[in-house]
Nanobody
Framework: QVQVVESGGGLVQAGGSLRLSCTAS????????MGWFRQAPGKEREGVSC????????YYADSVKGRFTISRDNAKNTLYLQMNSLKPEDTAMYYC?????????????????WGQGTQVTVSS
């Protein structure tokens, strides 16, 4: 059974930093592209960033380019999202998800497995 679990969310002041982690089990982690998505109250879920299985390809939404960095450690089955210069508009529930191809994860947003989410709140 595949499990995807996020951690690292919390409350931070504007301008601060957080690092989210996501651990996936029950699958061959390196075979899966991974993505971070977020959903704020009253808004649709949006793609934030994603990364190919080997880490060579990455994608960032324009709203986070230059502030967020996605990375992965396949030996630890773990995905990361380093978030710097946080803004109040980054406040949302952040979800980690996996798909068996970069295209599905990062272009089509057709994800195979989802975590339960971790809340990020940025105060002004």
């Amino acid at each position: 059974q595949v499990q995807v679990v996020e951690s690292g969310g919390g409350l931070v002041q504007a301008g601060g930093s957080l690092r989210l982690s996501c651990t996936a089990s029950g699958l061959t982690f390196a075979d899966y592209a991974m993505g971070w998505f977020r959903q704020a109250p009253g808004k649709e879920r949006e793609g934030v960033s994603c990364i190919s299985g080997g880490g060579a390809l990455t994608y960032y939404a324009d709203s986070v380019k230059g502030r967020f960095t996605i990375s992965r450690d396949n030996a630890k089955n773990t995905l990361y999202l380093q978030m710097n210069s946080l803004k109040p508009e980054d406040t949302a529930m952040y979800y980690c998800a996996a798909a068996d191809s970069y295209a599905k994860a990062c272009l089509e947003y057709t994800l195979d497995y989802w975590g339960q989410g971790t809340q990020v709140t940025v105060s002004s």
